[in-house]
């Protein structure tokens, strides 16, 4: 883990609520691998309010992207940053995905603006000569879609499902994954996204046995380094008298495999 502070390269407005930033945090993001995070330190309101957590997006060379959704005072003041207003990062934090496997098939699931982890576990993947996993993007409406032109670029297959139906196919990602698993029970599974989606997903995979799920779950956090306990999930742990324990979802996760998490 790294603290470093760099110059913004670029912050743009993507569409509606979602940005897309780019940095060169040199050695921290070679050391970043899929699923990981970084905390940001948010410029104009440093005494204000803690850290921001970002999936790591993409990193090519020493250049890191991230892409992020304006939901409060945080992202509103990010979106406000230029470029070459310095940026501190504490970073990268957190277990990642697991490599994908080259022998089987492989599906990656983001949900909204869960698809920027799952950008750099397909990168991540294709750079290392394996072959392009598919990807589900599900959200709710077009304007929720993002990144579909990356994936397709590194040679992703895309499926898009939107609840209101305005791209792709109506309704659920969970009916492009039963889809899926219909013709490929053995195909390992990614997902990041809302908690319903990966509650969803993990049910799916246990009604159709699959034998490798992981899913990267967004708890609201604070410190992001194990300190503070303020971002405890529920995991299933056999040898405890309840049965289950609390894990720290930045330290311990934030992916974790879906068997393991308490859903309620
Ligand atoms: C491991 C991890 C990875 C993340 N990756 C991304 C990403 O790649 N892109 C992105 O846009 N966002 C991501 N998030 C969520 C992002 O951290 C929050 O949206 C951000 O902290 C909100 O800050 P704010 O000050 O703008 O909003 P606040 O004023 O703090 O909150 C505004 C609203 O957002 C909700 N919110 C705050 N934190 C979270 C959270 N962790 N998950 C869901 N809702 C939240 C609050 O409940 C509230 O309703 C990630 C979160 C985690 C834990
Ligand atoms: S946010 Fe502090 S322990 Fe996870």
Redesign the pocket.
Known sequence: MLQLSSPILTNECLHGA?HRLTIDLGDLAKAARPGQ?VQVQ?PQLEGH?LR????I?DVNGTVMT???????????A?AQASPGTPLNILGPL?HGFAELPSDRPCCLLGGG??C??MLFCAHWTVARGNPAPLVLLGARSQADILLEEEFRRIGCQVGISTDDGSYGMPGRITALLETELKRHPDAWLAACG?KPMLKAVSFMAEQFSVTHCQV??????CCGVGACFG?VIKCKTPDTPQGWSYRR??ADG?VFESTEVCWE
């Open positions: 979602y995070f948010i309010i921001r957590p970002f999936s997006c991230l892409v992020y959704k304006t939901v409060g005072a945080g992202t509103e990010l957190g603006y869960g920027a982890a809302p990267s779950l967004d708890e609201i956090m971002c979802s930045c934030p």
